[in-house]
T-cell receptor
Framework: DAGITQSPRHKVTETGTPVTLRCHQTENHRYMYWYRQDPGHGLRLIHYSYGVKDTDKGEVSDGYSVSRSKTEDFLLTLESATSSQTSVYFC??????????FGPGTRLTVT | DQQVKQNSPSLSVQEGRISILNCDYTNSMFDYFLWYKKYPAEGPTFLISISSIKDKNEDGRFTVFLNKSAKHLSLHIVPSQPGDSAVYFCAARVLVLTSGTYKYIFGTGTRLKVLA
């Protein structure tokens, strides 16, 4: 295992509420990524980080923010959840080699 | 715009035969390509990769071919086994000049079913 966990694993929330998903790694890797997986869309990049306090937007960043105050944690926040953000969210870490290692995912339902 | 495309949503193959999964891309700045395998309720796992300077990479039953002129890559699985039944994603890497780091663009996935 690549030493990456996500919490919570499942969450149901109401429209308009804030939600924070946590990605935690024990590998001390510099690079971390957040994706969402939806039917017909595959995996789409939301935000990524290339160091503490260094983050950048991906292809579907609207409605999401991230923070990385320490190497091991990368937080994804939905400031005001909408039904279109119902999805499965995956975090990934990357060593200096090319491949990414993914966490087990968080299934988020916004009602 | 979908820069990485997997045009076949699903594929069924008989056990022992070859499975061929295809992927097309549009961005000529992609320099590294990867295949991931995903089982239900799990995160994707890395399978095999290829650099843009190569045209073939092999790892056991898995071979990835890259045709840069056609902007096409394929994953061959020989022989196919029932345990290979999963969703397969191709991904491409591109350098982000402003941050000096890489981001990865994924295709929509192909569901492979290997029939016993």
């Amino acid at each position: 295992d690549a030493g990456i966990t996500q919490s919570p694993r499942h969450k149901v929330t109401e429209t308009g509420t804030p939600v924070t998903l946590r990605c935690h790694q024990t590998e001390n890797h510099r690079y971390m990524y957040w994706y969402r997986q939806d039917p017909g869309h595959g995996l789409r990049l939301i935000h990524y980080s290339y160091g503490v306090k260094d983050t950048d937007k991906g292809e579907v960043s609207d409605g999401y923010s991230v923070s990385r105050s320490k190497t091991e944690d990368f937080l994804l926040t939905l400031e005001s959840a909408t039904s279109s953000q119902t999805s499965v969210y995956f975090c990934a870490i990357r060593p200096y080699s090319g491949e990414q290692y993914f966490g087990p995912g968080t299934r988020l339902t916004v009602t | 715009d979908q820069q990485v495309k997997q045009n076949s949503p699903s594929l069924s193959v008989q056990e022992g035969r070859i499975s061929i999964l295809n992927c097309d891309y549009t961005n000529s700045m992609f320099d590294y390509f990867l295949w991931y395998k995903k089982y239900p309720a799990e995160g994707p796992t890395f399978l095999i990769s290829i650099s843009s300077i190569k045209d073939k990479n092999e790892d056991g039953r898995f071979t990835v071919f890259l045709n840069k002129s056609a902007k096409h890559l394929s994953l061959h699985i020989v022989p196919s086994q029932p345990g290979d039944s999963a969703v397969y994603f191709c991904a491409a890497r591109v350098l982000v000049l402003t941050s000096g780091t890489y981001k990865y663009i994924f295709g929509t996935g192909t569901r492979l079913k290997v029939l016993a």
